[in-house]
C-alpha cells in the first residue's frame, strides 16, 4: 500500500479529536466521514475541507478509493462496523473495546472475521503509545530494573460521565479500566491470571441504577507470578491523573502526571505546581498521534500493529473477571492463555 485512503465512522467526543489529529498526518488522505447524526457536525466538517459525509456507513464501506476505516462509534456498535468493514476488505483501526459483551466469544466472531478478510486491525489502545509510558516499557525492556515485581496504577477521571453516554460506551471497567488492564499487560509482559476487585458508588449514588460505579480497587496477579494494582475513580477534581510505577528487583520506574506547565512556585508557605492536564483529549495527544502514525506505518511497511484484537480480549477477560469479582466478593481466576482465532 503507498497511501492510507481513510474512511472515518463516529464523530462524537473521540471521533472529533481524533479527526483533528490524522489531519495532521502525511500519508493519509480523508476521503469520506459517517456518522449517524452527522448534521451535527457537518459546519465545523466544512471549516475543515472535508465536505464528502454522509450519515450511512456502509455508503463509505461501499467507496472504492477508502482502503482503510477508523470506527470511532459508540462502543455497542463496534461488533457490526468492524465486521462488516472487514467483509468489504478495508484495514480497520477500532477504538477499545470490540463489544459490551462479557462473553469474550463476540469479540472472537468479530476477530475471526478480520482474520478471514485478510485485512488489518489495530486497536485504540493509545497509551501504550504515551511517551512517558513509552519510556518506563523500554527502560523495563532494557534492564533497567531488572526484573519487575509489581505494577501499580493510578488513573483517575476529572468527572463522572453522562449516563446516557455510559450506557453505549460500557461502564468504569469495561471502558476507562480497559485501558489499565492493557497497560498492566505492557509493563509486566504477562497475561493476567487472577484478579481481586473492591469497587463502589462514593461519587455517583445513581450510577447503581445502571449498574455501573465510580471507585474502583482492583489486585492483579500475572502469569508469570508477578503482582499488580490500580486504583480507579470517575471524579478527581484537581484533573485527569495518570501515574504508573513499576517496580522491580534492581529499581523502580515511574511516569508522574503531565501538566500544562513545568513552571514552580516556591516560597516560605508553600511549594506550588500545576494540575495535570485536565481531559484526555490533551493528556494523551501526543499518544493519540503516535498511535495513528504507527498504525499507517505498519500499513505502509507491512509491520504488525502496536496494539491487536487479542490485546483487547486479554483486557476485556480481565475486565469480566473484575465484574464476577465485584458481584461474588471474592478473587477469580482468569484464563491467560490466549484464545485460538
Ligand atoms: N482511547 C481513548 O482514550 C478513548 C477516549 C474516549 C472514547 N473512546 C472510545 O471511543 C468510542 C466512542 O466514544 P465517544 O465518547 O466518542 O462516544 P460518542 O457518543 O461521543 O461518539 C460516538 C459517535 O458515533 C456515532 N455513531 C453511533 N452509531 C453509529 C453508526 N451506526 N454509524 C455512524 N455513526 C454512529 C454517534 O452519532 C456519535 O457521534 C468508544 O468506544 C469509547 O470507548 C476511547
Given at each position: 500500500m503507498e497511501k492510507v485512503y481513510a474512511g472515518?465512522?463516529?464523530?462524537?467526543?473521540?471521533?472529533?479529536?481524533?479527526?483533528?489529529?490524522?489531519?495532521?498526518?502525511?500519508?493519509i488522505e480523508i476521503v469520506q466521514?459517517?456518522?449517524?447524526?452527522?448534521?451535527?457536525?457537518?459546519?465545523?466538517?466544512?471549516?475543515?475541507?472535508?465536505?464528502n459525509?454522509?450519515?450511512?456507513?456502509?455508503e463509505l464501506l461501499s467507496n472504492p478509493k477508502i482502503n482503510t476505516v477508523?470506527?470511532?462509534?459508540?462502543?455497542?456498535?463496534?461488533?457490526?462496523?468492524?465486521?462488516?468493514?472487514?467483509?468489504a476488505g478495508k484495514?480497520?483501526?477500532?477504538?477499545?473495546?470490540?463489544?459490551?459483551?462479557?462473553?469474550?466469544?463476540?469479540?472472537?466472531?468479530?476477530?475471526?472475521?478480520?482474520?478471514?478478510?485478510?485485512?488489518?486491525?489495530?486497536?485504540?489502545?493509545?497509551?501504550?503509545?504515551?511517551?512517558?509510558?513509552?519510556?518506563?516499557?523500554?527502560?523495563?525492556?532494557?534492564?533497567?530494573?531488572?526484573?519487575?515485581?509489581?505494577?501499580?496504577?493510578?488513573?483517575?477521571?476529572?468527572?463522572?460521565?453522562?449516563?446516557?453516554?455510559?450506557?453505549?460506551?460500557?461502564?468504569?471497567?469495561?471502558?476507562?479500566?480497559?485501558?489499565?488492564?492493557?497497560?498492566?499487560?505492557?509493563?509486566?509482559?504477562?497475561?493476567?491470571?487472577?484478579?481481586?476487585?473492591?469497587?463502589?458508588?462514593?461519587?455517583?449514588?445513581?450510577?447503581?441504577?445502571?449498574?455501573?460505579?465510580?471507585?474502583?480497587?482492583?489486585?492483579?496477579?500475572?502469569?508469570?507470578?508477578?503482582?499488580?494494582?490500580?486504583?480507579?475513580?470517575?471524579?478527581?477534581?484537581?484533573?485527569?491523573?495518570?501515574?504508573?510505577?513499576?517496580?522491580?528487583?534492581?529499581?523502580?520506574?515511574?511516569?508522574?502526571?503531565?501538566?500544562?506547565?513545568?513552571?514552580?512556585?516556591?516560597?516560605?508557605?508553600?511549594?506550588?505546581?500545576?494540575?495535570?492536564?485536565?481531559?484526555?483529549?490533551?493528556?494523551?495527544?501526543?499518544?493519540?498521534?503516535?498511535?495513528?502514525?504507527?498504525?499507517?506505518?505498519?500499513?505502509?511497511?507491512?509491520?504488525?500493529?502496536?496494539?491487536?484484537?487479542?490485546?483487547?480480549?486479554?483486557?476485556?477477560?480481565?475486565?469480566?473477571?473484575?465484574?464476577?469479582?465485584?458481584?461474588?466478593?471474592?478473587?477469580?481466576?482468569?484464563?491467560?492463555?490466549?484464545?485460538?482465532?
Amino acid at each position: 500500500m503507498e497511501k492510507v485512503y481513510a474512511g472515518i465512522i463516529g464523530l462524537g467526543r473521540a471521533g472529533q479529536m481524533h479527526l483533528k489529529n490524522l489531519l495532521t498526518i502525511s500519508d493519509i488522505e480523508i476521503v469520506q466521514v459517517a456518522d449517524v447524526f452527522i448534521e451535527n457536525v457537518s459546519e465545523k466538517l466544512n471549516a475543515l475541507g472535508i465536505t464528502n459525509q454522509t450519515k450511512d456507513y456502509h455508503e463509505l464501506l461501499s467507496n472504492p478509493k477508502i482502503n482503510t476505516v477508523f470506527i470511532f462509534t459508540s462502543t455497542d456498535t463496534h461488533e457490526e462496523i468492524v465486521t462488516a468493514a472487514a467483509k468489504a476488505g478495508k484495514n480497520i483501526f477500532c477504538e477499545k473495546p470490540l463489544s459490551m459483551n462479557t462473553d469474550e466469544q463476540a469479540s472472537i466472531k468479530v476477530l475471526q472475521e478480520v482474520k478471514k478478510a485478510g485485512v488489518s486491525l489495530q486497536i485504540g489502545f493509545n497509551r501504550r503509545m504515551d511517551p512517558q509510558f513509552r519510556a518506563v516499557h523500554e527502560n523495563i525492556q532494557n534492564g533497567k530494573i531488572g526484573t519487575p515485581q509489581m505494577v501499580k496504577i493510578t488513573s483517575r477521571d476529572p468527572d463522572v460521565l453522562p449516563h446516557e453516554l455510559i450506557k453505549r460506551i460500557g461502564g468504569l471497567l469495561f471502558d476507562f479500566t480497559m485501558h489499565d488492564f492493557d497497560i498492566a499487560r505492557y509493563m509486566m509482559h504477562s497475561n493476567i491470571s487472577e484478579v481481586y476487585a473492591k469497587g463502589g458508588t462514593l461519587i455517583d449514588p445513581t450510577l447503581k441504577d445502571i449498574n455501573d460505579i465510580d471507585t474502583l480497587a482492583l489486585v492483579l496477579q500475572f502469569e508469570n507470578g508477578t503482582y499488580g494494582l490500580i486504583d480507579n475513580s470517575r471524579r478527581a477534581v484537581y484533573g485527569y491523573d495518570q501515574r504508573v510505577e513499576v517496580f522491580g528487583s534492581e529499581g523502580m520506574l515511574k511516569a508522574e502526571n503531565v501538566s500544562g506547565s513545568t513552571v514552580e512556585l516556591y516560597n516560605s508557605k508553600r511549594t506550588e505546581l500545576s494540575n495535570p492536564l485536565p481531559v484526555f483529549q490533551e493528556r494523551y495527544r501526543p499518544a493519540y498521534i503516535a498511535e495513528m502514525k504507527a498504525f499507517v506505518k505498519s500499513l505502509l511497511l507491512n509491520k504488525p500493529v502496536v496494539a491487536e484484537g487479542l490485546d483487547v480480549i486479554m483486557a476485556q477477560r480481565a475486565a469480566s473477571a473484575a465484574q464476577k469479582s465485584l458481584e461474588t466478593g471474592l478473587p477469580q481466576k482468569v484464563d491467560a492463555s490466549y484464545p485460538l482465532i
